[in-house]
């Protein structure tokens, strides 16, 4: 005869045990496991990639210099990374004035207006790898408290 719960369900088998090795049924008795087959083990299983740095081991010893005209007075060097924006360049270059600059061209290694340096890109993008480098800059001069 078979039991209450299987006639409100209805259902000839329903597993009471959910271990997947072993399954019972309605008599109670254990499905015997097939001998599970091992499924072949990847070679990268386990293993991880290492993550990438985010710190830039590389360092560039940049000397910022105003074009012109030539003041030593106004250079100045500055140590940052290949992965250095132009922006961070002229932020440094603009508290070094204390504010009263503006409108900055920058050129890497050498100032020429076609290769003035669009602020979003990096040392890198400029042929910066490491090593020395030279960052030349010219300004408009900003009407303040001292100009006038």
């Not at 602020?119 to 001292?146: H, M, N, S, W």
């Amino acid at each position: 005869k078979a039991p209450v719960w299987l006639k409100r369900c209805g259902e000839p088998f329903a597993p009471v045990s959910w271990r997947p090795d072993e399954v019972v049924g309605i008599m109670g008795k254990k499905a015997k496991n097939k001998e599970r087959e091992e499924r072949p083990v990847s070679q990268w299983e386990g293993k991880h990639p290492e993550p990438k740095s985010r710190v830039d081991e590389r360092r560039v010893n940049a000397t910022v210099k105003l074009a012109a005209p030539v003041c030593s007075l106004l250079e100045f060097k500055l140590e940052c990374t290949p992965s250095t924006k132009i922006s961070y360049l002229v932020d440094r270059i603009i508290d070094r004035h204390g504010g009263s600059i503006s409108d900055l061209s920058v050129c890497v290694n050498r100032f020429h207006p076609e290769e003035i340096v669009h602020r979003d890109k990096t040392l890198e993008q400029c042929g910066v790898f490491g090593g020395d480098c030279i960052i030349y800059y010219d300004y408009v001069p900003r009407a303040g408290a001292l100009l006038q």
